[in-house]
């Protein structure tokens, strides 16, 4: 039996990707999509892209019919709006994979600090996955909530995190430079995002205060089971998509220094038998794994510190190829279908 697979927030760019995966998955069918404002259109109508590929009407989101439809929800609705939404579903007793930032942190004190709201689940926070399979499968495939990683924190925790939980590296010394293309930022408009605003120019944006941090630290704080901090510095980027992280750390031990192979080492035990995230040789770029779910990560040296180089597409790996990867685990499917 094909999952039955329902999408909230259908008119957004994350909805737009998963529609694009669940197209080309051999046991998904999407059943319901829903809309605030496209009640009623085509889905053709709002995405040209699936005209005579996909026949599916948008519908008014009502939580027990999309519940009574689908094995599964997509939430992909903004942070504050998506927890109140994921509570509706979870009681019509549905499975969800929500890729806002509402249950990804694991205290509502964190939560409200960085968010600037009240939390209208906090009963959740703490209690719910983290849905990085590559960590937490078993997990996932027991979970009625999975909360998607962030794209900038799936870039920064993949490559670290093994390093972290194997002692290579301080965990106090972290300097993390991302740059990441304009759909990182929604289909929402922005001044920022704006073509006049973003074309032919770079630009650092949330210096020290951006809503990813708290989420990087939380994870690594896992890992390395100490005080963890990063600096952390996201820039946006003139490309449709994608996410290239430069990362400095250092070696706990100073000696190892030129040892880059110990890192390759460490990734390849952590990794090698995974599917999505590669070590390799050269240096990564966002070219390399556009429209995939794979994750490119190398190491060089530069003075006392190693510099990690990552590679993600911020649609697929960072959002609704993570989110199908996690529905095939729930399901207890091949992680790679559809996204292979
Ligand atoms: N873009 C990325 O690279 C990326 C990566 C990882 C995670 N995420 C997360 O994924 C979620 C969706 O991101 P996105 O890029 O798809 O955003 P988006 O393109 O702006 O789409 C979000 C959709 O949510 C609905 N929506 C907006 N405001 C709402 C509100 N106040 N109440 C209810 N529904 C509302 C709208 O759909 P309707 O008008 O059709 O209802 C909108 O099209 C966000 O939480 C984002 O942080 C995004």
Not at 41 to 64: F, K, N
Not at 245 to 260: C, F, G, Q
Not at 270 to 284: D, E, K
């Amino acid at each position: 039996m094909a999952i039955r697979v329902g999408i909230i927030g259908a008119t957004g760019y994350t909805a737009l990707e998963t529609l694009l995966l669940l197209l080309r998955h051999p046991e998904a069918e999407v059943t319901v999509a829903t809309s605030r404002g496209e009640a009623g259109q085509p889905i053709a109508a709002v995405h040209p892209i699936l005209a005579g590929r996909m026949s599916l009407t948008v519908d008014e989101y009502d939580p027990a019919k999309v519940a009574a439809a689908c094995d599964v929800v997509m939430c992909c609705l903004p942070h504050g709006a998506s927890a109140e939404t994921v509570r509706q579903l979870i009681e019509a007793g549905v499975r969800v994979i929500d890729f806002s930032a509402d249950f990804r942190l694991s205290s509502v004190a964190e939560y409200s600090r960085h968010y600037g709201i009240d939390h209208p689940w906090p009963e959740r926070v703490g209690k719910t996955v983290y849905g990085l399979p590559e960590w937490y499968a078993d997990q996932i495939a027991a979970a009625d909530l999975v909360a998607n990683p962030g794209c900038y924190p799936t870039s920064a925790i993949l490559p670290l995190g093994p390093l972290l939980a194997d002692g290579l590296i301080r965990p106090d010394d972290i300097i993390i430079d991302a740059k990441s293309g304009v759909s990182g930022a929604g289909r929402t408009p922005k001044l920022n995002t704006l073509y006049c605003e973003a074309a032919e120019s770079i630009a650092a944006y949330a210096v020290g205060n951006h809503r990813h941090q708290p989420e990087i630290v939380d994870l690594l704080r896992r890992f390395s089971g100490a005080t963890t901090d990063v600096v952390f510095t996201p820039h946006l980027v003139p490309m449709d998509r994608g996410i290239l992280s430069t990362i400095y750390v250092k070696p706990t031990d100073p000696a190892r220094i030129d040892e880059l192979e110990s890192v390759f080492h460490v990734w390849q035990q952590h990794y090698g038998n995974g599917h999505f995230v590669r070590a390799v040789q050269h240096l990564p770029a966002t070219k390399h794994v556009a429209h995939t779910n794979h994750v490119q990560m190398t190491v060089r040296r530069s003075g006392d510190r190693w510099v990690l180089i990552v590679a993600i597409d911020n649609l697929i790996k960072g959002a609704s190829g993570a989110a199908v990867q996690n529905m095939n685990v729930m399901f207890g499917r091949d992680p790679r279908l559809g996204l292979s």
